[in-house]
């Protein structure tokens, strides 16, 4: 089943900034998971009132379906994804 979900559900990536500004959370795709058991790692940052991540608070490796129920929850609660994404430059 998580093979599947692999492969139908796309991976939450990018970055979901918090509604008053004092966080930033960072998704992106383990690149050491396995296609069938996918994982995503996520980095919470304080930031700066523009958004911007300052200091890493933690990092966290989860399941594809852990990570697709945070984003989604986070999103629910205001959380909004920052359009101009913070590592597009790089």
Do not use: C
Not at 61 to 77: F, G, P, Q, V, Y
């Amino acid at each position: 089943m998580t093979s599947e979900l692999g492969r139908l559900i796309p991976t939450p990536t990018g970055w979901l900034i918090h509604p008053e500004k004092k966080r930033v959370l960072f998704f992106i795709s383990d690149p050491q998971s396995l296609v069938f058991l996918p994982k995503v790692i996520t980095q919470l940052w304080y930031s700066t009132a523009e958004g911007i991540p300052t200091r890493m608070k933690n990092t966290r490796i989860m399941e594809l379906e852990d990570a697709i129920e945070t984003w989604n929850e986070l999103l629910s609660h205001g959380w909004e994804l920052i359009e101009h994404q913070i590592n597009d430059a790089a």
